[in-house]
């Protein structure tokens, strides 16, 4: 068939605005069923929403088309996470259609900006690695490359958070509650997956297995597209349904309850994205989300290339699976099943494909975040893979073996009744690639030391990146104004064409406009933390921002401490002239992690006292507005002055929130850890402030520390421990913090007490090089003009090169 005239419906990309405001007025009735004039703000969004996907949908069959034709590699990136936040302004600006769609909705009288802040966040992921995730389809799309995203649709993203007396509390999270616009409901693509049962040996090495359970993966597609929305990928996410065998006779006898129960079972798989909170409960609803989802994936990535080849030896070069963590590991013994019990081939014949196709990404050698299972909980969930695991354990072993090797069973996936899906990953794989220089040199020394040593070229680097279109380009506006003025606008497809920028530096008028637009987004900042927090705050002073997931090993604890420090000497010498500081803290403390939710409380109880001091005159303010997520680093990024990047050396695998502060200029604090180190080769010495331990240091004083002499040789640190321990900021309840003090007393695992002084002192230099304007500014100026290089365009093109041999197009 041919395209069926789908080009002469009236594109609003060749049309004018009045077309797309007809189109939005025809979704309105149409398709939402709503009369104008009892149309809220809601309804006009849902139908520019669909508006703009109308505007997706020709390039994304043209992309499909096309990706067929040219018969190269498919790209499949599985995720358990994908945190892509707000769609629509994403994909407004994409299309190049923001403009028309601002006009459209004037002439409707609907302010285009509040229709933007009213779609909920998609926050289907916890940080870092889910962020990643969603700007790699950003980048995939926009340079041209046949991808596809797997993960699961959760009906409940990330909890919110709100503060109650300053402590945090959590509320389900509803996105799906007004539809999710964007997506397109793929009932024919469905797919079953099996749980538990029994295994019967079959021919050869192939088994029948028999699940006892069945649930049925729905497939939901979202279009992404890229950059000026020439290629437009795809982001599948699987929800979990019941099979259709309704349970009648149980309902018939009136047991409507009991009738019930299997299909309320069945869904609770992609009821709730867990959140990393490393306790026990729920650990089997975890695994059987990863498998379901993973399983789902591979069968219809084996349909695609089914449909295409017959021959699947050709697997490994039509397809390359990127495992986003250990997360769908699973992915390993899965496809040698698919092969081996399905498609009739050998064992051998199986692994040798699978680990053909295969990569996975370590995103932390955290020890309590590297996945392990069960040996009896695998079995029990998935009792065919567990077979297939330890077949693959002796493959490998025996590989080795012929090669002259012996292992140890630290490299073993199986272990001590354990599966370890760290090693089983890495065994699989292709390539493993770490996330920045520093931490692919810590995977190879560290955790997979020995697994490097058996396979030398399997590990590479891939230093993260992020997508110069939502984190410079959406949410910067009046700096992307004054770059498109000074230097054209290729660096929103090639982000190191910034570098441009640099020689303005030493031009005072530029700075001048440079700094202009920095005031311009801290004054809407300011506005939203007085609406949001109750807390007015200064617009000229400096803007000192900690975003992040709350974790020890982040060091928000060293951070706050620092402030009291502060605030101590602001009050012992009044008069001096002391910067005017506000610190903003955003994140959310994982459920069930208790000591990062006292690291909560005492923020906010320090912030309590310190916001309501007259005498500091406001020159030290401190905020922390509830639920950070995906929109609200989009406002507190460009507003910053100063990036707060203060992990303990070698515990930081990347870091992706340090680049985007940099690019829209701001100054990092931080130690040398995770693409810190990178961020400071390329900005310079001169434009960036370390401090700290470095990864060797923390190593070599790590078997013979005692935070208790950092102490005693640090007055100011030994004076805020005292304040806290005394109940200074909990006067209501003065033993409250005692964990987190006798914790740094004794233990101090992030050697927080080691690095207090160093950071005290980077922070006093900080505060010295806000005294001079003109230099501060210069130094944001080259942050953002030598940023360019950590575009996620120049990640996902590395990865395509050393990792999936795949081709993008532009
Ligand atoms: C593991 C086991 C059981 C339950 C949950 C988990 C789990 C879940 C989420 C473990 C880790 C995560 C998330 C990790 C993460 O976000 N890592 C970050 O990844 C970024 C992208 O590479 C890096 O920049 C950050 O340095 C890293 O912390």
């Not at 990330?158 to 509650?177: I, P, S």
């Not at 680097?461 to 770059?483: H, I, Q």
């Not at 920095?518 to 004054?523: A, G, L, P």
């Not at 460009?638 to 707060?644: G, R």
């Amino acid at each position: 068939m041919d395209d069926f005239s789908i080009t002469d419906f009236a594109s609003a990309r060749t049309a004018g605005a009045d077309a797309l405001r007809k189109r939005i007025e025809h979704h309105l009735v149409f398709s939402f069923g709503k009369d104008r004039n009892a149309a809220q703000l809601t309804d006009w969004r849902l139908a520019l929403s669909r508006a703009i996907r109308d505007e997706v949908v020709v390039p994304w069959f043209e992309t499909t088309r096309r990706v067929y034709r040219q018969d190269g590699k498919r790209v499949y990136y599985l995720s358990l996470e994908f945190l892509i936040g707000r769609l629509l302004h994403d994909a407004t600006v994409n299309l190049g259609l923001e403009d028309k769609a601002r006009a459209a909705m004037e002439s409707i009288g609907i302010d285009y900006d509040r229709v933007v802040l009213d779609e909920p966040d998609a926050a289907l992921g916890n940080g870092g690695l889910g962020r990643l995730a969603a700007c790699f389809m950003d980048s995939m799309a926009s340079i041209g490359l046949p991808a596809y995203g797997y993960g699961i649709r959760y009906d409940h993203g990330l909890f919110r958070q709100g503060f109650d007396h300053g402590w945090q509390t959590e509320e389900a999270e509803d996105w799906l509650a007004q539809s999710h616009v964007f997506e397109f409901e793929r009932a024919e693509a469905a797919i079953p997956v099996g749980y538990g049962g029994e295994v019967v040996p079959g021919s050869g090495d192939s088994a029948r297995w028999n699940p006892a359970e069945t649930v049925i993966a729905a497939a939901y597609d979202t279009p992404i597209p890229g950059w000026q929305g020439k290629w437009v990928n795809t982001l599948r996410l699987w929800a979990a349904q019941p099979t259709r065998a309704f349970e009648l006779s149980a309902f018939n006898r009136g047991e409507h309850v009991a009738a019930a129960t299997p299909a309320i079972l069945a869904r609770t798989i992609s009821r709730v994205l867990y959140p990393d909170d490393s306790t026990p409960q729920g650990r089997e609803l975890r695994l059987r989300q990863e498998y379901f989802f993973t399983a789902a994936s591979l069968r219809d990535i084996l349909r695609r290339f089914e449909k295409q080849y017959g021959d699947l030896s050709l697997l490994p070069h039509k397809v390359a699976i990127q495992l986003n963590d250990t997360h769908p590991a699973i992915a390993g013994p899965e496809l040698i099943r698919l092969l081996v019990d399905e498609r009739g081939l050998s064992f051998d014949a199986a692994y040798d494909i699978a680990s053909g196709c295969l990569n996975y990404t370590n995103h932390t050698l955290m020890p309590e975040a590297l996945e392990r299972w069960s040996y009896d909980l695998m079995r029990h969930v998935l009792p065919r893979h567990i077979g297939l695991i330890e077949r693959i354990d002796e493959r490998h072993a025996s590989d080795c073996a012929a090669k002259g090797r012996t292992i140890s069973a630290d490299v073993r996936a199986i272990d001590h009744g354990e599966v370890r899906m760290g090693n089983l990953a890495f065994i699989m794989a292709r390539r493993v690639n770490g996330v920045s220089a520093l931490h692919t040199e810590l995977v190879k020394q560290t955790v997979f030391g020995e697994l490097n040593d058996l396979h030398p070229d399997r590990v590479v680097n891939e230093t993260n990146g992020v997508t110069p279109r939502r984190w410079l380009y959406s949410c910067n506006p009046p700096l992307r104004t004054l770059l498109l003025d000074t230097i054209g606008d290729r660096w929103i497809s090639d982000l190191e064409a910034l570098e441009a920028v640099a020689p303005y530096a030493d031009d005072a008028a530029f700075r001048e406009r440079f700094a202009a637009a920095k005031r311009d987004n801290k004054r809407r900042l300011s506005d939203f933390i007085a609406r949001r927090s109750g807390v007015a705050i200064d617009p000229d002073a400096m803007f000192d921002v900690q975003i992040k997931r709350l974790h020890e090993y982040k060091r928000q604890l060293l951070n706050i401490l620092e402030t009291v420090a502060l605030y101590n000497e602001m009050k012992r010498n009044p008069a001096a002239d002391w910067t005017p500081r506000v610190k903003m803290f955003g994140g959310k403390a994982a459920p069930g992690y208790q000591m990062a939710k006292l690291i909560i409380k005492l923020i906010n109880d320090v912030a309590a006292v310190v916001n309501t001091d007259e005498s500091l005159d406001g020159r030290l303010r401190i905020v922390f507005p509830a639920n950070y997520n995906v929109s609200m680093a989009e406002r507190l990024i460009p507003a910053a002055n100063l990036s707060e990047q203060i992990s303990t050396a070698g515990m930081e695998a990347s870091g992706t929130g340090n680049m985007k502060f940099a690019l829209n200029g701001a100054l990092t604090i931080g130690t040398l850890d995770g693409a810190n180190v990178e961020i400071a080769e390329r900005v310079g010495p001169e434009n960036i402030f370390i401090f700290g331990l470095n990864t060797g240091e923390v190593a070599a004083l790590r078997g013979h520390y005692n935070p208790g002499e950092f102490i005693e040789n640090s007055p100011r640190l030994r004076e805020v421990l005292g304040q806290i321990e005394t109940g200074a900021f909990s006067p209501d309840d003065p033993g409250r913090f005692h964990q987190l003090t006798d914790n740094l007393r004794h233990q101090d695992w992030f050697m927080l007490c080691a690095d207090f002084d160093a950071y005290f002192d980077a922070q006093r230099r900080v505060d010295a090089a806000w005294k001079d304007p003109a230099a501060w500014v210069r130094s944001a100026i080259l942050n953002t003009a030598r940023s360019g290089w950590f575009s996620s365009d120049r990640t996902i093109r590395g990865y395509a090169r050393d990792i999936w041999g795949a081709d993008p197009s532009a």
